[in-house]
């Protein structure tokens, strides 16, 4: 590992004085930043620790719920205000890492985790991810893991973030040391830039997320499909958000991990219910219009037909189709 300067500062103008050194990193948890950094994945020249900022706490306050950055997984998933008005939050929580990572990692370095693309992870392969230009080994090579939307020619790896996922279908906002901004336009798709996963300035901190309590929040969950039980990344997952008047749609949000290279949203899943009553036929149609653009690789074709089924078993649930 490369040799860094550390500091761990008090108050968030210094650390975001120190965050605008060239090659600079903050550092909360670190359960995927270490990983990384042992691995030779990324390197940095400067390591700023921001566990000492007062940016823990959650708080439901006028309609709004606001999460710290620095609050632990584990004490977002259990809180009473989110587990009532936020559940599928909780839900996404509970089914990411390990109680051990839940208990160590920040949510707000959880939605900046890095992909799990094997290519990405060793440091003797090359990566457009990695060192822009040297090229995309997945888009021929081991794909399984990889996106069948929002990707290019230069990358196809997905998000990890469970918690991001959910945090689109409840219209959080991500508040930094200078700004609002929408959850939704938070993550960029790779184009011709997949160093670039956010919109975030260099040096620019995550100090919260804001999401308003909402009867569509309420009514929300998530399912995550993986290949083991526990401590394992998504193959697909769903978060639906669900505003009923009887059995006809009032409002409506689809978000899916696992299958995209940013936390995806899809309107056009969303126009095929909302207004509509929840029916076998209106489910499908949904998962239908999800697909539509789907581009597919070698080994993750099967994305198509799973993403439908989740989306399809999660509204059933949800609202009570039988
Ligand atoms: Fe790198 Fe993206 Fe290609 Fe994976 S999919 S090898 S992260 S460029």
């Not at 108050?11 to 120190?18: K, M």
């Not at 901004?181 to 993550?187: L, S, Y």
Request: glycine content about 10%; charged content about 20%.
């Amino acid at each position: 590992m490369r040799n860094f300067t550390y500091a761990a500062p008090r108050n968030v103008s210094e650390a975001v004085r120190l965050a605008g050194q060239p090659d600079a990193r903050f550092i909360a948890g670190g359960t995927d930043l270490l990983n990384l950094m042992r691995d030779g994945a990324q390197s940095h020249g400067a390591i700023v620790d921001i566990n000492g900022l007062p940016l823990g706490d959650i708080i439901q306050r006028n309609g709004v719920i606001r999460i710290g950055a620095l609050a632990r997984m584990s004490d977002v998933a259990a809180h009473p205000a989110v587990r009532r008005s936020l559940p599928v939050v909780s839900e996404a929580l509970l089914n990411s890492a390990s109680p051990q990572v839940r208990n160590m990692a920040a949510v707000g370095g959880n939605v900046l985790q890095r992909t799990r693309c094997g290519y990405f992870r060793d440091s003797g392969t090359a990566c457009n991810k990695k060192i822009p230009g040297s090229g995309c080994p997945a888009l021929e090579g081991e794909n399984r893991a990889h996106a069948i939307l929002g990707g290019s020619d230069h990358c196809i790896a997905v998000n990890p973030s469970d918690l991001a996922v959910a945090l689109l279908a409840v219209d959080a906002v991500v508040q930094t040391d200078r700004r609002k901004i929408p959850f939704a336009d938070f993550h960029v798709v790779p184009g011709t830039s997949p160093d670039r996963e956010t919109v975030l300035g260099h040096g620019e901190l995550i100090t919260g997320f804001e999401i308003p309590v909402t009867p569509l929040a309420a009514r929300s969950r998530y399912l995550k499909l993986r290949d083991r039980a526990t401590f394992e990344f998504a193959v697909v997952s769903v978060a639906a958000a669900l505003d009923m008047r009887g059995n006809t749609v009032r409002d409506v949000r689809l978000t899916f991990g696992g299958v995209a290279t940013k936390p995806w949203r899809s309107p056009e899943a969303e126009a095929a219910l909302r207004g509509k009553p929840l029916t076998t036929t209106t489910i499908t149609e949904a998962g239908r219009a999800l697909v539509r653009g789907a581009v597919t690789r070698e080994h993750n074709e099967f994305k198509v037909d799973l993403v439908q089924r989740a989306l399809d078993g999660l509204l059933r649930d949800l609202g009570g189709v039988r």
